[in-house]
């Protein structure tokens, strides 16, 4: 997902906006705040869906790989992620170094609805996975 958002008050004990249905406190929360790596790159991707969600710019830089990582990012306000919905998963497990994600998240831009469909890829590099890179309809 490239770099549209804002953020949104998120509780330990909120629905995680990723949609796993668990607390964000044991979900997202902890890869947000560094304390713990993601197991699979839908993990990853599940955790940079609500970092734009709750605003969390640090994590998205942080989880984005070196190769494609933008200078800075900054999220737009007037936008606001709603949904996720992971459509289909190729790799990205335990013992994989690559991995891909598609989705559709959904989102309201100044009120309006409206739909990303993405095809993120991921690496792990030193055991950590990394956002690649995205292809979106339309691009």
Known sequence: MGGRGTGR???????CPCGTGRGYGECCAPLHRAETSAATAEAL???RFSAFAVGDVDHLLRSWHPRTRPAELSLDPGMRWTRLEVL???GGGLFDTTGTVEFRAHYRDRGRPGTLHERSRFRREGGEWAYLDGLTDGA
């Open 88 to 90: 289909a998963t190729d």
């Open 9 to 15: 008050r998120t509780t330990d004990t909120s629905a």
């Open 45 to 47: 991707m599940r955790s």
